[in-house]
């Protein structure tokens, strides 16, 4: 959660700049990333106020940057593409409580490891609901619905198979994964080209550290008042909590949690496997002894949490989303 430290440097810049410095993994490396619009034309709904795009850098370390991203006004896909593709693709979703993004450490560094493994990766920036959209409740999984459809739209264009896409999320961006992969046949928004056509259901999930349930007493309140509004009625909780929404048609889903995560208590990760274990879908939960919240892959090679990425692979393996 964000905190106020002097230290911190906070810039605000253009939309375009946005997208050109989040796509840049360091300011001294060249980039081949192609930026993809998820709305060309009208983005759906409107905003009640005007929004600031802005870049907050965390980290006091030039070569290790931790950058938060507010103010999303366009969203869009950057394309991380492996030197040696295997024709799998992974929307990457950051979280940051609904209230920014966290780029580097839930978006970049997740598919640096993903272009190691031939995995071409797509690194969603989607509008924060708190920031003033119409539909405040839908405007994270229209832009989600809007980016696997356009990835499986592309499939051609970027070198993959469309029936291997999978979704990875973090924190609420594993609230939002966990929302597309139950909720991809909702209709959140009108369509408006061949695009919106195309299955929105991720081939396979990836969850980690996720909030899960908007109404259970172990919930994020941040995520859930950000995405709903405080005091938002219970029905709503109850329709926007993931462990909900399971159906038959819900792919198969990875779970990864910390035990001693005491910002997204891991009794959020057990609730969906419980409700997945109870549909007869297809689920892995790895819970582990600790580290904490936010962990992404910056654990040390000591820690057993730190093994998730593999466990991730191999559970995609398993349902043929990966290759051997």
Not at 274 to 281: F, Q
Request: proline share 10%; charged share 20%.
């Amino acid at each position: 959660m964000p905190t106020t430290d002097p230290t911190r440097r906070t810039l605000l810049i253009g939309s375009a700049a946005l997208c050109t410095l989040a796509a840049a993994p360091l300011p001294a490396q060249p980039s081949r990333d192609e930026i993809v619009p998820l709305w060309p034309t009208a983005i759906p709904g409107d905003r009640r106020s005007k929004i600031t795009p802005s870049v907050e850098e965390r980290s006091k370390d030039p070569s290790h940057p931790d950058r938060w991203l507010r103010g999303v006004l366009s969203p869009v896909l950057t394309v991380k593409r492996p030197a040696r593709p295997n024709g799998s693709a992974v929307l990457v979703i950051p979280g940051g409580g609904y209230g920014f993004l966290s780029y580097d450490n839930e978006g970049l560094e997740q598919a640096a490891w993903l272009n190691a493994r031939g995995v071409t990766a797509f690194i969603l920036q989607y509008r924060l609901p708190a920031e003033g959209w119409n539909d405040r409740a839908l405007v994270p999984l229209q832009d989600a619905q809007r980016a696997m459809r356009t990835i499986r739209a592309g499939a051609t264009r970027f070198g993959i198979d469309p029936a291997r896409v999978a979704t990875l999320g973090f924190s609420a961006g594993g609230h939002l994964a966990g929302s597309l992969a139950t909720r991809h046949d909702e209709a959140t928004y009108p369509p408006s080209d061949a695009i919106d056509r195309v299955s929105a259901r991720p081939d396979y999930a990836g969850l980690i550290y996720p909030v899960v349930s908007l109404e259970a007493p172990f919930t994020h309140g941040g995520s859930r008042d950000s995405l709903l509004g405080k005091d938002a009625p219970v029905a709503l909780r109850h329709a926007a909590s993931v462990e909900t929404r399971v159906t038959a048609t819900t792919p198969p889903i990875f779970l990864a949690h910390a035990a001693d995560d005491d910002l997204v208590p891991v009794a959020n990760s057990i609730a969906l496997f419980t409700a997945l274990h109870a549909a007869a879908r297809p689920a892995e939960l790895h819970v582990f002894e600790s580290g904490g919240h936010g962990f992404g892959t910056r654990l040390p090679p000591s820690k057993p949490a730190s093994k998730w990425p593999e466990l991730f692979m191999a559970f995609g393996t398993s349902k043929a989303v990966f290759p051997v």
